[in-house]
C-alpha cells in the first residue's frame, strides 16, 4: 500500500467521572474464547505464515484533538482540558509484522505553545528513539491537577523543552537534554499574595536512566527567584501550608507490600542563583516583623538524594539593601543531623528596623544602633557544637514597650557594663547539646544563655568592669561602691 491520508480529522476524548474513556465504548467487547481445557481438539501445527502488510506512508494533517478529564477538577468547576490544533503527523515504512517506521509529528499545544517530535520505531520490539522539542506551552492549563492537591494559584509560566528520548527492552527508557521554565508565578489562592516566582529556570545537562533508576542535572539556574516567606497569627509558615493535606491524603493509592520499588536517585551538581530576593514577615504579634533579603547570588552544589557525599552551600545577599549576609559551609541534605557545617553572617544590621522583636522578647524599642552576626552549626552523629558571636555597636534601647513575653531584667545596667569604650559590645556565646535529646530546644538554649549572662552582669556588676579596664573586681567594689550607685542612675536613664 502506498499512502494513507486523513484530513482535518476531529477527535474529543474525555475520561468521565467513573474513569471511563468514551472512545472504548465505541468498540464492542470481544466474545469470550473457550477455555483450552474445555476443548477436546487435538492442537495441530499452524504454518500459515503471519499476516504481513506495508504502508509506505501515513498523514494526518490539520487534525483537532481535545481531552477533557472529568476526574480532575479545578475551584472553578472546569476540569482539566488540554487541546492539540493543527495536528500533523506521518509515519512512513511502516510494516507489520516488522519494520523499522519514521515518525514526524508537528503540533500546537494551547496557545502558543508547540510539540515537534522526530523518530523512529521499531517494531515488533517497540524500541522508540526520538527528537522532542517543547516550546512555550502555557502551565496555566494544569490548574485543575494543582487544585486537587495544593492551593497553589498558577498565574503564570511557560515551559520549554528539548529532549533526546530512547525506550528498549534492555535499558528502559533513557532521556538527555535540557528543559526550562519561564516566568513562573505562584499565588496561594487562600490570601491572592503570590508566595514564589522567577524570571527563569533552566536545567541543563538532564540525564534519565530508567535501568540505573538516576535521574542528573548537570546545572540549575535560577534566575530573579523572588520567594515570600511569612508567619501567620497562628505561627504557621505560609510555604508549609501550601498542600491541601486532605485532598493529598484521599488520592493517595493504598501502599502494596509486594512492590519493592527503590526511590529514584537524584544529582544536581550545581544549583546556580542569580539576582534572587527573599521577604521575611511575621504577624504572629502586633506590630509585626518584616524585612527583605536581596541581590541574593550564589551556588550550591554536589547535590545528591543517595545520601553519599555532602552539598556545598555558598549564598550571598543583602538585608535591607545595605547590610551583606552569607551562609556557606556544607551538608548532608537527607541526613543534615549527621554531618552539617553551616556558617550565616549578617554584617552591619540596622537595629532599628528589629524593634519589634526586640518590644516582644526584651519590652524595649531601640533607639539606635548596628550589629554584626555570626553563627556556625557544626552537628556531628546528632551532636550540636555552635558558636554565636554577637557584636552590637553603639546600642541604645529607646521607651519600655509593654509585653508578656518580655523578662524582668536589668537590660539598661547590663548594655552599659558591656560596652567598651568604643560604644561595642561583643558577646559570644557557644551552644552545646544533643538533638535526640527532646528536652533540648536550640534557640531556648540560647536564649537562656543570654539571660543568665545579663543576670550574672547585674549581680556583680564590678566583675564586668574589671573584665573591661583591667583590675581587681573585689577592690573596684569595696573602693568605688557608693560612686557606682548614682553612676549606674546617670548610665540607666542615658540609655
Known amino acids: 500500500m502506498q499512502s494513507v491520508t486523513l484530513d482535518a480529522p476531529t477527535v474529543d476524548a474525555l475520561l468521565d467521572k ?4 468514551n472512545l472504548l465504548g465505541l468498540l464492542k467487547p470481544m466474545p469470550e474464547q473457550p477455555n483450552d481445557a474445555d476443548t477436546e481438539t487435538d492442537s495441530v501445527e499452524d504454518d500459515t505464515p503471519p499476516f504481513a502488510i506495508t504502508i509506505d506512508e501515513i498523514r494526518v494533517e490539520d487534525g483537532l484533538f481535545g481531552f477533557t478529564d472529568d476526574q480532575m477538577t479545578g475551584r472553578d468547576g472546569k476540569p482539566l482540558s488540554i487541546t492539540l490544533s493543527g495536528f500533523n503527523l506521518g509515519i512512513s515504512s511502516l510494516g507489520l509484522p516488522t519494520s523499522t517506521a519514521d515518525l514526524r509529528l508537528d503540533t500546537s499545544i494551547g496557545e502558543p505553545g508547540r510539540l515537534t517530535i522526530n523518530g523512529s520505531v521499531l517494531l515488533p520490539q517497540g524500541d522508540v528513539t526520538a527528537e522532542v522539542e517543547v516550546t512555550s506551552v502555557d502551565l496555566t492549563t494544569l490548574q485543575p491537577l494543582l487544585d486537587q492537591l495544593t492551593w497553589i494559584q498558577l498565574d503564570q509560566g511557560d515551559l520549554s523543552t528539548r529532549l533526546s528520548v530512547s525506550r528498549n527492552s534492555e535499558t528502559g527508557v533513557t532521556a538527555t537534554g535540557q528543559l526550562g521554565i519561564e516566568s513562573l508565578q505562584l499565588d496561594d489562592v487562600r490570601t491572592e499574595k503570590p508566595v514564589v516566582s522567577w524570571h527563569a ?31 501567620d497569627k497562628n505561627m504557621q509558615v505560609n510555604l508549609a ?17 509486594s512492590l519493592e520499588s527503590q526511590p529514584i536517585v537524584v ?6 542563583i542569580a539576582d534572587g530576593r527573599m521577604d521575611f514577615s511575621d504577624h504572629s504579634f502586633q506590630p509585626g516583623f518584616a524585612t527583605e533579603v536581596v541581590n541574593l547570588q550564589g551556588d550550591i552544589t554536589d547535590i545528591s538524594t543517595s545520601g553519599k557525599s555532602d552539598a556545598k552551600v555558598a549564598i550571598r545577599g543583602q538585608v535591607d539593601r545595605y547590610a551583606p549576609v552569607r551562609i556557606s559551609g556544607h551538608l548532608n541534605p537527607l541526613l543534615p543531623e549527621a554531618n552539617t557545617d553551616i556558617g550565616l553572617s549578617f554584617h552591619n544590621v540596622e537595629l532599628t528596623t528589629l524593634t519589634p522583636y526586640s518590644g516582644r522578647f526584651a519590652g524595649y524599642a531601640i533607639r539606635k544602633g548596628r550589629m554584626n552576626l555570626d553563627l556556625n552549626y557544626r552537628i556531628q552523629e546528632h551532636l550540636l557544637k555552635a558558636t554565636n558571636r554577637l557584636v552590637l555597636d553603639q546600642l541604645q534601647l529607646g521607651n519600655t514597650v509593654d509585653s508578656d513575653e518580655a523578662p524582668d531584667l536589668p537590660l539598661r545596667l547590663a548594655i552599659a557594663l558591656l560596652k567598651d569604650r568604643n560604644g561595642k559590645i561583643d558577646v559570644d556565646l557557644p551552644i552545646q547539646g544533643d538533638l535526640d535529646n527532646p528536652e533540648f530546644a536550640y534557640w531556648g538554649a540560647v536564649a537562656k544563655a543570654l539571660m543568665n549572662m545579663v543576670i550574672n552582669i547585674a549581680a556583680a556588676p564590678f566583675n564586668a568592669l574589671a573584665s573591661l579596664v583591667g583590675g581587681d573586681a573585689e577592690q573596684m567594689e569595696k573602693s568605688h561602691f557608693y560612686r557606682a550607685i548614682p553612676c549606674y542612675h546617670r548610665i540607666n536613664r542615658k540609655y
Open 201 to 231: 529556570l533552566h536545567l541543563v545537562g538532564i540525564n534519565f536512566s530508567e535501568k540505573d533508576n538516576r535521574f542528573s542535572i548537570k546545572e540549575l539556574l535560577l534566575s530573579g527567584p523572588d520567594v515570600r516567606v511569612a508567619i
Open 267 to 272: 544529582d544536581i551538581d550545581k544549583i546556580r
Open 18 to 21: 467513573d474513569g471511563q474513556l
Open 241 to 257: 501550608q501550601l498542600m491541601n493535606e486532605n485532598k493529598a491524603e484521599s488520592s493517595t493509592a493504598p501502599e502494596d507490600d
